[in-house]
């Protein structure tokens, strides 16, 4: 495989691409996520409460990194991709703390030939199934869809299903591991089940190429304009469910953390300098034995001059809170 590849008819479902260096999350790490995102997860934040919850002596890492990281290790396989189209039942099989290093797998599930359109090149989407470890233990399973472009114009005609949204079962997202944590040191934030919850502040799209250089992330529609469909580099769609995180850590107070996705759909391209709002609804919520899941539909808008508002995410994370 060419080094500029893989292109879309240089894959084939059940192909496994190399995995690409392995990552320790450190605190240097943790810092130039934070600067980017800015959320505010207090078990992320505070090493002492950290350990008067989870009984673990390093900080957690961040959800939103372990998953960005992971992301960005799956694009040996997205080179050349327009764009992602969804991430699809996103599990964080036990949380992951500072000092651990992780280690991704991406593999080709099925394929499918986008239909072909005058003036537009041609492109297929590719179901992959991504599995991150940390220190060997599995820690992340799900699944992704990215638009990938053809290097010679002949479509090799894939047809498969790509599958459909899962059905939102809450309950499957416990873990063992975070049974055992003492949320009583957390604040027990009000959540109104089918209340939107708007957030007041909004947020400006700042250091996308930071971010994907933090991540690895080798797609070039992230970093040069000349490959882009757009007039200018896309941002990568996980910097956008960043900003959507740290907006869910200030409106939710004392979330103890995120233990999976159900569905993240980018239903809009987002730009370096566009501003968002974001607006929460939580949708469901279960008792564990020592808290509560919670499934959150976060939505997020761009504002652009002389426009509209523009939905650009659908997100629905779960969250685990006193």
Same mark, same amino acid.
């Given at each position: 495989?060419?080094?500029?590849?893989?292109?879309?008819?240089?894959?084939?479902?059940?192909?496994?691409?190399?995995?690409? %260096? +392995?990552?320790?999350?450190?605190?240097?790490?943790?810092?130039?996520?934070?600067?980017? +995102?800015?959320?505010?997860?207090?078990?992320?934040?505070?090493?002492?409460?950290?350990?008067?919850? @989870?009984?673990?002596?390093?900080?957690?890492?961040?959800?939103?990194?372990?998953?960005?990281?992971?992301?960005?290790?799956?694009?040996?396989?997205?080179?050349?991709?327009?764009?992602?189209?969804?991430?699809?039942?996103?599990?964080?099989?036990?949380?992951?703390?500072?000092?651990?290093?992780?280690?991704?797998? @991406?593999?080709?599930?099925?394929?499918?030939?986008?239909? %072909?359109?005058?003036?537009?090149?041609?492109?297929?989407?590719?179901?992959?199934?991504?599995?991150?470890?940390?220190?060997?233990?599995?820690?992340?399973?799900?699944?992704?869809?990215?638009?990938?472009?053809?290097?010679?114009?002949?479509?090799?005609?894939?047809?498969?299903?790509?599958?459909?949204?899962?059905?939102?079962?809450?309950?499957?997202?416990?873990?063992?591991?975070?049974?055992?944590?003492?949320? &009583?040191?957390?604040?027990?934030?009000?959540?109104?089940?089918?209340?939107?919850?708007?957030?007041?502040?909004?947020?400006?799209?700042?250091?996308?190429?930071?971010?994907?250089?933090?991540?690895?992330?080798?797609? +070039?529609?992230?970093?040069?304009?000349?490959?882009? %469909?757009?007039?200018?580099?896309?941002?990568?769609?996980?910097?956008?469910?960043?900003?959507? &995180?740290?907006?869910?850590?200030?409106?939710?107070?004392?979330?103890?953390?995120?233990?999976?996705?159900? @569905?993240?759909?980018?239903?809009?391209?987002?730009?370096?300098?566009?501003?968002?709002?974001?607006?929460?609804?939580?949708?469901?919520?279960?008792?564990?034995?020592?808290?509560?899941?919670?499934?959150? &539909?976060?939505?997020?808008?761009?504002?652009?001059?002389?426009?509209?508002?523009?939905?650009?995410?659908?997100?629905?994370?779960?969250?685990?809170?006193?």
């Amino acid at each position: 495989m060419e080094t500029d590849g893989p292109y879309y008819e240089e894959m084939t479902p059940g192909l496994v691409f190399p995995s690409p %260096p +392995a990552v320790t999350l450190d605190s240097g790490i943790a810092a130039a996520y934070q600067s980017i +995102a800015g959320e505010a997860f207090p078990l992320i934040l505070d090493q002492q409460l950290c350990s008067d919850v @989870t009984g673990s002596p390093s900080r957690l890492a961040s959800p939103g990194l372990l998953l960005h990281l992971s992301i960005g290790a799956s694009t040996v396989a997205t080179k050349n991709v327009i764009a992602n189209l969804f991430y699809r039942n996103v599990r964080i099989l036990r949380q992951v703390f500072l000092g651990e290093t992780i280690e991704t797998v @991406t593999k080709v599930v099925s394929m499918s030939d986008s239909a %072909p359109r005058k003036g537009r090149e041609p492109r297929g989407k590719v179901l992959l199934n991504i599995t991150t470890t940390a220190d060997g233990q599995p820690v992340l399973d799900y699944q992704r869809c990215p638009l990938i472009r053809l290097r010679n114009e002949t479509l090799p005609g894939f047809n498969d299903d790509l599958g459909q949204n899962p059905d939102l079962e809450i309950e499957t997202y416990i873990d063992d591991s975070i049974l055992d944590w003492n949320l &009583q040191h957390l604040d027990s934030p009000e959540i109104e089940i089918g209340v939107t919850v708007k957030d007041p502040l909004r947020d400006i799209v700042t250091q996308p190429s930071s971010l994907v250089r933090l991540t690895h992330n080798l797609a +070039a529609v992230h970093r040069d304009a000349e490959v882009s %469909p757009y007039s200018k580099p896309l941002v990568y769609g996980g910097h956008t469910v960043a900003l959507a &995180q740290a907006s869910l850590s200030r409106m939710f107070q004392g979330v103890a953390s995120i233990v999976g996705w159900h @569905t993240c759909d980018h239903v809009g391209p987002v730009f370096e300098d566009d501003l968002l709002s974001f607006e929460h609804k939580p949708m469901e919520e279960i008792a564990t034995q020592n808290g509560r899941l919670v499934a959150v &539909q976060v939505k997020a808008f761009a504002h652009r001059k002389d426009t509209e508002p523009i939905e650009v995410l659908d997100w629905i994370p779960v969250l685990f809170m006193r």
